[in-house]
């Protein structure tokens, strides 16, 4: 999501408790380490992700040299500046989402740096992998505890358990609006805004967050600033308010295809959103947990997983989120035997169209939800 509220404390943590006992993910992880084993392979990047990284990398900094100096039109500067936004969420899908969950490279220094690559997006890698990695991979879809479903409680209502405003009503028609404001707000203002308000939080380790990062935070937003504005300011023939404004297009591409390719794996119908108990309690263990609120999409398209980075299949990503999205769908097969034994639910669209039609059904559902309530209120 793209715009937040004002801050507030971190939640007490919740505590996943498997009443029974289920063997479900000792036995699945025996065989996918089985399965790696067997093949003598690497659970990190290919052949295949370290040349479309080059591809998405070099691609991204020939258009935006090209822009800066190609003497293009004013037209095709604004073309320019959305393919440049859809580029740099295929940098944020396939380099910087597996780098920062530690699955391109067994080497954590050449994850890190590819990582930086996030800052292209706005965001903050050590504040994402806080948000993402910990947060969002732990208590996924529980309200009050997920970011991803409680990024703007007033203006959109992602949960059965989620606040009524009589807006609401209307979301499935601005929500997409409001998703293309995604990188915006992260460049803007979500990464200051959390970095305070997790700090003292049992997300950081030892509550306070290193020096260092405060600097990071800083000095990559600044230099983001330059390379997205500044520097366009002064080489282009165009007033800043013109550079602005192929900057928010700019922005309006890549949040709008980060937000939809993130949502379509846990606001569809089928995920549930679970509330702990008193006792902060999930009677599920977090393997089970992932099933439950995680749906996958177009899991047949190569053309899906090259341009999603393999976010097209969340579920094995959830389960095992160290390892590259190269290897999801040989997962895949694994996952879902796995489950049907056990009973466990594996959901899946057939295409990018199915999930993004039950997206848009799911919001019309907690919008409606919304009015009815504040009509029997009434």
């Not at 996943?16 to 000792?26: I, N, Q």
């Not at 740096?113 to 997006?121: C, E, P, V």
């Not at 928010?248 to 591409?253: D, E, G, K, V």
């Not at 390719?261 to 509330?275: K, N, S, Y």
Request: hydrophobic content about 45%.
């Amino acid at each position: 999501m793209a715009v937040a509220t004002a801050p507030s404390p971190a939640p007490a943590r919740v505590k996943f408790v498997d009443p029974t006992r289920s063997t479900f993910f000792a036995t699945l992880r025996q065989r996918v380490d089985a399965y790696f084993e067997d093949r003598q392979l690497s659970r990190h990047a290919n052949g295949l992700v370290w040349a479309k990284t080059a591809l998405y990398l070099t691609s991204f900094a020939g258009l935006y040299l090209w822009m800066l100096f190609g003497g293009l039109s004013g037209a095709a500067l604004l073309g320019s500046a959305l393919a440049l936004g859809f580029l740099v969420a295929m940098i944020g899908f396939n380099v910087g989402h597996d780098a920062l969950h530690g699955a391109m490279s067994s080497s954590s220094r050449v994850n890190k740096i590819l990582g930086h690559s996030f800052t292209l997006l706005g965001a903050n890698p050590y504040l994402w992998q806080i948000g993402h990695n910990t947060i969002h991979h732990t208590y996924t879809n529980i309200p009050g505890h997920d970011d991803d479903i409680d990024a703007a409680p007033v203006l959109m209502r992602m949960a059965d358990d989620g606040p009524l405003h009589p807006w609401h009503r209307a979301q499935h028609f601005y929500g997409f609006a409001l998703y293309a404001l995604t990188t915006i707000s992260w460049v803007l203002r979500k990464d200051y805004w959390k970095f305070f308000q997790w700090q003292g939080s049992a997300h950081v380790p030892g509550g306070r967050h290193p020096r260092a990062e405060l600097f990071n935070l800083f000095f990559y937003k600044a230099l983001n600033y330059t390379v997205f504005l500044v520097l366009p300011t002064l080489l282009l023939p165009y007033s800043f308010w013109q550079v602005l404004g192929g900057w928010a297009l700019m922005h309006a591409a890549s949040g709008l295809t980060l937000a939809l390719v993130f949502q379509l794996a846990h606001v569809v119908e089928g995920p549930a959103f679970p509330l702990p108990d008193e006792n902060l309690t999930i009677e599920d263990s977090w393997a089970v947990h992932q099933l439950r609120t995680t749906a996958n999409f177009a899991v047949g398209s190569p053309l899906t997983a090259f341009l999603t980075g393999g976010l097209n299949q969340q579920v094995e990503h959830h389960l095992f989120p160290r390892i590259c999205h190269a290897h999801y769908p040989a997962l895949s097969a694994i996952i879902r035997e796995t489950a049907a034994e056990y009973g466990l639910p594996y959901m899946t669209y057939p295409t990018f169209g199915t999930a993004l039609a039950s997206h848009y059904r799911t919001l019309r559902r907690f919008g409606a939800e919304a009015w009815q309530a504040r009509r029997i209120a009434a």
